[in-house]
T-cell receptor
Framework: GAVVSQHPSWVICKSGTSVKIECRSL??????MFWYRQFPKQSLMLMAT?????????EQGVEKDKFLINHASLTLSTLTVTSAHPEDSSFYIC??????????FGPGTRLTVL | GENVEQHPSTLSVQEGDSAVIKCTYS??????FPWYKQELGKRPQLIID?????GEKKDQRIAVTLNKTAKHFSLHITETQPEDSAVYFC???????????FGAGTILRVKS
């Protein structure tokens, strides 16, 4: 299947700092990528849909100024958590769409904000 | 918007038995229904999917059925093995470029 990478796999930062997470499709081009957040023992919560060359579409309740998404190429989307706080600590996972709506997930990034 | 409900939330089966997980969806425009398996701390892995023009699809021990009229679809795992133990998520989508809406997940435990 298609391969999606995500970097970093984990990050610990101080409250108030910004963290950038990268999501790459390694062997295919993805016009659309998606960013999810997952809390322990819960389902995946979609944060935003990232389209190459255009602004991301955010889900209701997700602050677009706090979670900045950039999809500058067909293989790379980035999520920047700005002014991170402890409540932003979570598992962030991206997915990339290949073919007809088949989504392949990255390995996730575990963010811990102290 | 779309709403996907998944049952049961936990399922324990004996090794070798079958497991069935059921999902219902609300949006009649949804036409793509994937199933993902997620092991602890790892990424969700696509295990099988079905589109609305098909009623059933099988891949070795895994099968998915879709009833468009009733708006429900199910995952069937036969001859379960301990390595099938994981969390399984169903999802629904309107197709290319559209988001997936996930069910709440089912924790499957296969006892040996």
């Amino acid at each position: 299947g298609a391969v999606v990478s995500q970097h970093p796999s984990w990050v610990i930062c101080k409250s108030g700092t910004s963290v950038k997470i990268e999501c790459r499709s390694l062997d295919f081009q993805a016009t659309t990528m998606f960013w999810y957040r997952q809390f322990p023992k819960q389902s995946l919560m979609l944060m935003a849909t990232s389209n190459e060359g255009s602004k991301a579409t955010y889900e209701q309740g997700v602050e677009k100024d706090k979670f900045l998404i950039n999809h500058a190429s067909l293989t790379l989307s980035t999520l920047t958590v700005t002014s991170a706080h402890p409540e932003d600590s979570s598992f962030y996972i991206c997915s990339a769409e290949e073919g007809y709506n088949e989504q392949f997930f990255g390995p996730g990034t575990r963010l811990t904000v102290l | 918007g779309e709403n996907v409900e998944q049952h049961p939330s936990t399922l324990s089966v004996q090794e070798g038995d079958s497991a069935v997980i059921k999902c219902t969806y609300s949006d009649s425009a949804s036409n793509y229904f994937p199933w993902y398996k997620q092991e602890l701390g790892k990424r969700p892995q696509l295990i099988i999917d079905i589109r609305s023009n098909v009623g059933e699809k099988k891949d070795q021990r895994i099968a998915v059925t879709l009833n468009k009229t009733a708006k429900h679809f199910s995952l069937h795992i036969t001859e379960t093995q301990p390595e099938d133990s994981a969390v399984y998520f169903c999802a629904a989508s309107r197709g290319y470029g559209n988001k997936l809406v996930f069910g709440a997940g089912t924790i499957l435990r296969v006892k040996s």
